[in-house]
């Protein structure tokens, strides 16, 4: 045996000898030839044996992408994780082995997409799927170093969704057309994601008991079929949202004048087609920003955004935060506070204070 692996237990060799070797010498770096033809790296932190990880990024990309679509993840996920893999990652990094990309690689290919003058929430977005790729890695013992761990990217700086207050929302509301009203006030008022409003029936919506059962979403992509629903992202997206008065009446017109049955779309084209979201953007904005310099106009604003106004008219109403959580749908209540803790200025504090003092007004 020649090289550095010629020194070893079966060759033991004396205390000059040792002092003169360097120890990087000591423990082997390279592949190691073993029976039947077998290579494995050595550790040499760890001294020990592991398989070497011989795909390149391009391939554990396709297998990250295939293990997302097997587990049922939410269509707009695997879309994000493809369309990151193609644009960015494996242009830069496709071709470099797992187990030889370095912590450095992935810094600079993060620096020059700064450089390139990428929004910090691209650049995070774009990293997820190779930050999925070394968790499967490091699960399967096909890498010992993460190097997707301990990068300096920019700060991601949300910023914050317009939101109306309730006055202003009646207003919106009354300035829409009448096909129209019933679907942005379900927005305001009871919560609904885009999706869950594309893919809502009558049979989900009990307006006796005025409540809506929030049991499907309908996906956006363009792959999806047409009307195709899935289910909502997580556990608590399937929910039940109250219906409050001011929004029952509003749905009860709607289904007096389109005259659908149960089994049909609330807000659809038809009773099967889902209503188009920039077509319905485009008649709002006409409503909101007439022509006309000598009608009112209304600062615009999304669905999605109407959604967060309900959140802000909870917070408001003096909901707490389990119970907004409950009725947006969210996974945790961590979500909520981060999403809406700017909303309560103070609200916290003060119950706390309150407790206090009432506490020592009872020792004095």
Known sequence: MKGPLAISAAQPTTGDERSRTPY??????????????????????????????????????????????????????????????????????????????????VQDFADRLYAKGLDPSTIKNTLNPLQAIYRRALSRDEVAINPTTGLELPAVRGTRERIASPAEAADLLAALPDDDRALWATAFYAGLRRGELRALKWSDVDLKGRMIRVERTLDDGERAKPGETIAPKTKAGRRRAPVPKVLHGVLVAHKLRTGRDDGALVFGRTATAPFIPSTVRRRALAAWEPRDCEEKRHEPIGLHEARHTLASTMIAAGADLKTLSTCMGHSSITITIDRYGHLLPGSEEAAAAAKLDAYLERLA
């Open 24 to 105: 990087s010498l000591l423990l082997p770096t390279r592949p190691v030839k073993r029976a039947g033809g077998l290579t494995r790296l050595v550790d040499r932190r760890a001294r020990r044996l592991r398989p070497p990880a011989r795909a390149g990024c391009e391939r554990a990309g396709r297998r990250v992408h295939e293990g997302l679509a097997n587990r049922d993840a939410k269509p707009s996920a695997i879309r994000g994780y493809e369309r990151s893999l193609r644009l960015r990652l494996l242009p830069e990094l496709g071709h470099l082995r797992v187990s030889t990309l370095r912590r450095r690689d």
